[in-house]
């Protein structure tokens, strides 16, 4: 094998490449992967710049993972997380890029201006690279192709109440008009899917009763928003992404809607697929979410739509706020701020269950890396390919750990896995071929993440200076 003489990394060792393990040496300059070959195992010297670096006999190479569902919440709700750990935390669980939320940030979004006070609190903060969301609200509509050629990747929506008064809900004929504006220039709309009216109609939830929380934001909710969504995505032929998906009764909809060819994407998220309502007692405020987690029969549905492909990607929706936001003294679901930390264990979660279900390391890596990359349109991430940026996660499936909510790297020790006996450890993260996480360590590279932005011309684009 004749490795390439402008190579500066070189990584040997099982790898998913193409939906498959094999056997490969990857390597890399200047950040870049220039070549993917097969390796028969042999020890031969590398470039004189080059470092190489052996898996061991349990590691697999997967690539970095791509997040499109993190609240970062900087500017303005610092104490609730920040770039700085936010960054840290998402390196230390395999993932190399992430999408912030437009909402939660104080300002939200939803302007160019916001957009570069946001860019701007992420210097010296980015352990991963990092991409922005733009908002869609009723006072934005009309500006998302501005916002678009300034950096953001697609736009959010809700259809009910966002939980912050800065970031209003859309109603139908705003979602309309939303869907025909990105429909113009080949936009995005994602959607944060749940009806306000039947919400409307709900009881109301207070107190620790999980059932009670549970019967406040019914499957209906979504499974109305979601039609709603996919009847004026079809009329305008627009782009849309349906967000955090709970309700596995959506899941037929959903499948008619692609089969009829309406250009909808899906994603879910640990939490609906690793816990179930009959697993949280009573007060335990941890596992609030909007929308909910449902019950294991629901589970299933949404399990079985990844498998065919209904669902096509899994991401965070990493939603953190400090403890006592969360109300843990009171339980009070009613009360308590709805968002679930988990951008350091999205990986381990998710393999955890998917190897109980007959899943394949190769299909986590496509749903948590390639798919998300595809439908954001994040260019050059999240395979391993001539090409792509060289983000890699060192993976050890087979190994074990038990969640300690001290050690993560989150802001605030709060998380609903507290206790919780995973599958899989992530040994290192390399970002454009450098090392950001080695576990057990805090890290051994500076934060030196770029902001990526969208590129028509299939070219990976970043800002390494803001």
Not at 192 to 220: C, K, M, N, Q, T
Request: charged content about 25%.
């Amino acid at each position: 094998m004749t490795l390439p003489s402008l190579a500066d990394l070189v990584l040997r060792g099982r790898c998913i490449v193409d939906d498959e393990v094999s056997l490969v040496e990857v390597s890399a300059c200047d950040g870049v992967i220039v070549s993917v070959e097969a390796w028969d195992g042999a020890r031969e010297a590398a470039p004189d710049a080059a470092r190489v670096v052996e898996l061991a006999a349990d590691e697999v190479l997967l690539p970095g993972l791509v997040d499109t569902h993190v609240h970062v919440n900087e500017p303005g709700r610092t104490e609730w997380e920040g770039f700085h750990s936010a960054t840290r935390a998402a390196a230390a669980g395999g993932v190399t890029t992430i999408l912030d939320m437009p909402l939660n940030s104080i300002p939200p979004t939803i302007d160019v201006e916001a957009l570069e006070v946001k860019r701007q609190a992420t210097v010296g903060k980015r352990h991963t690279d990092v991409g922005f969301w733009g908002g869609a609200v009723p006072s934005s509509l009309g500006t998302f192709r501005q916002l678009h050629e300034a950096g953001a990747y697609g736009f959010k929506c809700f259809l009910a109440d966002s939980g912050v008064e800065e970031f209003p809900a859309l109603d139908t004929d705003q979602l309309d008009e939303a869907l025909a504006e990105v429909a113009s220039f080949g936009g995005l709309l994602i959607v944060h899917a749940e009806d306000a009216r039947v919400i409307d109609h709900a009881p109301r939830s207070s107190g620790p009763r999980y059932a009670d929380f549970l019967a406040s934001r019914p499957p209906a909710a979504e499974d109305t928003a979601i039609d709603t969504v996919l009847e004026l995505a079809a009329k305008h032929g627009a782009r849309v992404h349906i967000l955090h998906l709970s309700s596995g009764g959506a899941v037929e909809s959903i499948r008619g809607a692609k089969r009829d060819g309406v250009k909808v994407s899906v994603e879910s998220c640990p939490h609906y697929l690793t816990v179930a309502a009959d697993e949280i007692g009573d007060g335990q405020t941890q596992f609030k979410c909007c929308p909910p987690i449902r019950d294991a029969a629901n589970r299933d549905l949404l399990w079985q739509g990844l498998a065919d492909g209904v669902i096509d990607c899994i991401v965070s929706d990493h939603s953190p706020s400090t403890p006592d936001l969360k109300l843990l003294d009171t339980g009070d679901f009613g009360g308590a701020w709805g968002g679930i930390s988990s951008v350091q264990l999205g990986l381990s979660l998710i393999w955890t269950e998917a190897r109980t279900r007959g899943h394949d390391l190769t299909r986590v890596a496509r749903w948590m890396a390639s798919r998300p990359a595809e439908i954001a349109e994040v260019l050059a991430k999240g395979r391993v390919a001539v090409g792509y940026a060289a983000d890699f996660a060192v993976f050890a499936p087979d190994d074990t750990f038990v969640v300690d909510a001290d050690k993560l790297h989150h802001k605030n020790a709060i998380t609903a896995y507290a206790g919780r006996t995973l599958s899989g450890v992530v040994r290192q993260t390399w970002l454009r071929g450098q090392l950001v996480h080695a576990a057990p360590g805090k890290g051994p590279a500076a934060p030196d993440g770029r902001v990526v932005i969208p590129s028509p011309s299939g070219r990976l684009l970043s800002r390494g200076e803001a």
